[in-house]
Nanobody
Framework: QVQLVESGGGLVEPGGSLRLSCAAS????????MGWYRQAPGKQRELVAS???????NYADFLKGRFTISRDYAANTVDLQMNSLKPDDTAVYYC??????????????WGQGAQVTVSS
């Protein structure tokens, strides 16, 4: 009964900023990595950023320092601060969490996606 819910998407002008949030809820014992992926029309889903349970962060090369991922370990949330947004950032952004399941280890769970549109 684990659920991941994204919020904070919307329309923003080029050069603007958005902050995405993702909250994991349900029966959760432990979460390893959490991250953000995105999928633009006609393209495959790609990693944007991730953060491990130990705080190690990984970013896609295309970000060039524009995005920052952060995590609230007690609240089981992960945020993505997006600055200097470009039209090419337009995509559906998906939250992912690696959540511990008995006998299985860490299993990937996905949110439903949040639309981010960068346009004038």
């Amino acid at each position: 009964q684990v659920q991941l819910v994204e919020s904070g998407g919307g329309l923003v002008e080029p050069g603007g900023s958005l902050r995405l949030s993702c909250a994991a809820s349900g029966t959760i014992v432990s979460i390893n990595a959490m991250g953000w992926y995105r999928q633009a029309p006609g393209k495959q889903r790609e990693l944007v950023a991730s953060i491990t349970s130990g705080g190690r962060r990984n970013y896609a090369d295309f970000l060039k320092g524009r995005f920052t991922i952060s995590r609230d370990y007690a609240a089981n949330t992960v945020d993505l601060q997006m600055n200097s947004l470009k039209p090419d950032d337009t995509a559906v952004y998906y939250c992912k969490a690696e959540i511990w399941r008995t006998y299985l280890g860490f299993v990937d769970y996905w949110g439903q996606g949040a639309q981010v549109t960068v346009s004038s």
